[in-house]
């Protein structure tokens, strides 16, 4: 597959097959995906990878996290659809930022490190749908940041959540606006 194939064929999957993804595939994924621009070359990722009953902890903790949230009025169902979700995977990929509360950092502001790991991700969900596998880009998660920091003793904010397996769904593309609806050109001499 090249990568406009690839760009053209992803989807957020939300149904995956019980099937175990190989350690090599998961392991070519992350490898693509540190290979992301970065600010600085700061590579301000970490992931953590959790497989086949953590992944199903990892949604335990996210909905528990959810359940106090709507406790205090919060309105949560687009998180624990995505937890629901998370629970079919057999690997999820969290993306901790690393520099976001490094002193010694010299890119103080967290805008850049959010952009390198939006890159990162992106890179991350092209190499798995190139490989053959579906991911679901999940942002809600991040909400439940203490709670999962504390499942897993770790202190960096979670940026992002990404579930990875083999699809049981195939959705058709989402629409798009028009590149000519959204896009403002200026052309000089």
């Known amino acids: 597959m090249n990568l406009m194939e690839a760009i053209g064929s992803r989807r957020s999957i939300r149904q ?7 350690r090599e595939l998961v392991e070519q994924v992350l490898e693509a995906a540190i290979k992301a621009p970065s600010a600085m070359n700061l590579q301000p990722w970490r992931f953590v990878v959790v497989e086949g009953s953590e992944c199903r902890k990892l949604a335990q903790v996210i909905l528990s996290a959810c359940q106090a949230m709507k406790e205090r009025g919060l309105k949560m169902e687009g998180v624990e659809r ?3 979700s998370m629970v079919q995977a057999p ?15 010299i890119v103080s502001m967290t805008d850049f490190h959010q952009q390198s790991i939006g890159a990162c991700v992106q890179t991350l969900l092209l190499a798995a749908t190139d490989l ?8 809600g998660p991040c909400l439940c ?11 960096e904010p979670l940026a992002a959540v990404v579930s990875l397996g083999y699809p ?15 896009t ?6």
Do not use: H, M, Y
Not at 16 to 22: L, S
Not at 132 to 139: H, K, P, R, Y
Not at 168 to 182: G, L, N
């Open 145 to 155: 940041v203490e709670e999962i920091g504390k499942w897993l003793g770790r202190t």
């Open 168 to 182: 049981s769904e195939a959705p058709s593309a989402r629409s798009r606006r028009p590149v000519a609806e959204i």
């Open 82 to 84: 995505t937890a629901q």
């Open 91 to 105: 690997v999820a990929v969290l993306v901790f930022n690393a520099e976001a509360n490094n002193p010694d950092s």
């Open 132 to 139: 053959g596998l579906a991911s679901l880009w999940c942002g």
């Open 16 to 22: 995956f097959e019980g099937k175990a993804v190989p």
């Open 184 to 189: 403002e050109w200026r052309w000089g001499a």
